[in-house]
């Protein structure tokens, strides 16, 4: 960054150009551990779905039916705990996921291992159908990196909440902001769902209320339902 600001002083002060980047992006590629110049961003690849399925896998074949996959219960007296990512603290940043992984409260499906590397460059979301017993809930959507000795990396994530009536499922989209990322041959794409990330997010109550005035907290059973996805900006990357 300093080097780029002289270059940038040199263009502006004293007409010289010559120390300017080509392109008018330069992002970091996680995974690759490399800077790389871009024309625009992003840099609009197609977006590929993800679909789960009840066996915890990670697939690109669409559910023919929107049925039930998978129960799991939120205690907000046991709230699931926020691991890395975003923040300005020393365990910020990507972290391995094992323990938060093992937990009862924490849903994950993983896709087959890469043959050819995958590049993820842009923004990330995740379509949730959802169903809940109380008639509401947060959800936290995680995407991780997941290599060849099965250590699971965050990448990027996101919180939406969702309210729901009876036992019919709605849908939330949950923005998990944008990424540079490179998942390496061998590697397996994986997504993380569960019913919260705290303290980085406050603690759904399970009620509707509001996180900061609830004075009441109701454990939430969520399911998760066929029709959801993960929507990946990606494309093979190249070499």
Sequence with gaps: MFAESLAWLRAHLCADPSGLRPTAVRVHIGGEN????????????????????AEGHLTRQAATDPVPLTTFRYDPADPTPSLGGPLLSRGAGPRDNGTLEARADVLTFTGPPLAEPVDVL??????????????HADVFARLCDVDAAGRSVNVCDGLGRVRTTGDAPSQVTVEMSATAHRFAAGHRI?????????????????????PADATTFTPVRITLHADSALSLPQRAARA
Aim: net charge neutral; charged share 20%.
């Design 122 to 135: 842009g923004p990330v979301s995740a379509r949730l159908s959802i169903s809940t017993d109380t008639g």
């Design 190 to 210: 994986r997504w993380q769902i569960s019913g919260g990330a705290h303290p980085r997010y406050a603690r759904g109550p399970g009620t509707g209320e509001a």
């Design 34 to 53: 490399a800077w790389r110049d871009l024309d625009d961003w992003p840099p609009a690849p197609a977006a590929v779905p993800w679909y789960p399925t």
